[in-house]
Nanobody, 117 residues
């Protein structure tokens, strides 16, 4: 079972930037789709961006143009560059391998992102 460790979160003012990292304990080379998920306070966890093994990216409308996902298969790491952050981006961010339904691995501890207005 691959374990996922997210890092890079923090407290930032609106308009600021953060770069999140997700390190996998095993190879992600063969995993088709890796995604970043966000759980805002009082809300369900949602997929905000995903990247396929071929580099195709899909973004939720709420983050399009501001967030960029990338993956380094050699380092078994997925990144999320977040720019122009808004208070509504606040939440705990998780990564996982996205399936048609659900995810492939157990959730990690996530990393907290707090954007102040």
């Amino acid at each position: 079972q691959v374990q996922l460790v997210e890092s890079g979160g923090g407290l930032v003012q609106a308009g600021g930037s953060l770069r999140l990292s997700c390190a996998a304990s095993g190879s992600i080379f063969s995993i088709n789709t890796m995604g970043w998920y966000r759980q805002a306070p009082g809300k369900q966890r949602e997929l905000v961006v995903a990247i396929t093994s071929g580099g195709r990216r899909n973004y939720a409308d709420s983050v399009k143009g501001r967030f960029t996902i990338s993956r380094d298969n050699a380092k078994n790491t997925v990144y999320l560059q977040m720019n122009s952050l808004k208070p509504e981006d606040t939440g705990v961010y998780y990564c996982n391998a996205a399936l048609v339904v659900g995810v492939a691995f157990s959730w990690g501890q996530g990393t907290q992102v707090t954007v102040s207005s």
